[in-house]
């Protein structure tokens, strides 16, 4: 089993930033991709970002504003958070897709970090 912890939500101004962690732990695992995912109150749950070997991929809507990043040597994941929008405010998922061996590959949660962007 692959356990993701996440670190870093909170409230903050608009036009703040926020910077939020997820660290993936357990034993005989392989990640080969992670990424931060959001839901917003009455809204399905949608992508933000993603790390795949390097390349990154954004939502349109953050483009520009937020930064993922990956240490792998870690297996820990960041999203950096900038010029926050109250539209941003949702509750933030980790993803990582990863496998213990020698069983298949598969998407693994994280419990989520509430991200409010309010006045």
């Known amino acids: 089993q692959v356990q993701l912890v996440e670190s870093g939500g909170g409230l903050v101004q608009p036009g703040g930033s926020l910077r939020l962690s997820c660290a993936a732990s357990?034993?005989?695992?392989?990640?080969?991709?992670m990424g931060w995912y959001r839901q917003a109150p009455g809204k399905q749950r949608e992508l933000v970002a993603t790390?795949?070997?390097?390349?990154?991929n954004y939502n349109d809507s953050v483009k520009g504003r937020f930064i993922i990043s990956r240490d792998t040597g870690k297996s820990t994941v960041y999203l950096q958070m900038n010029s926050l929008k109250p539209e941003d405010t949702a509750v933030y998922y980790c993803?990582?897709?990863?496998?213990?061996?020698?069983?298949?590959?598969?998407?693994?949660w994280g419990q989520g970090t509430q991200v409010t962007v309010s006045s």
């Open positions: 993803n990582a897709r990863a496998r213990v061996f020698p069983g298949p590959w598969r998407d693994y």
């Open positions: 357990g034993s005989g695992f392989s990640v080969i991709a």
């Open positions: 790390i795949i070997h390097g390349n990154t």
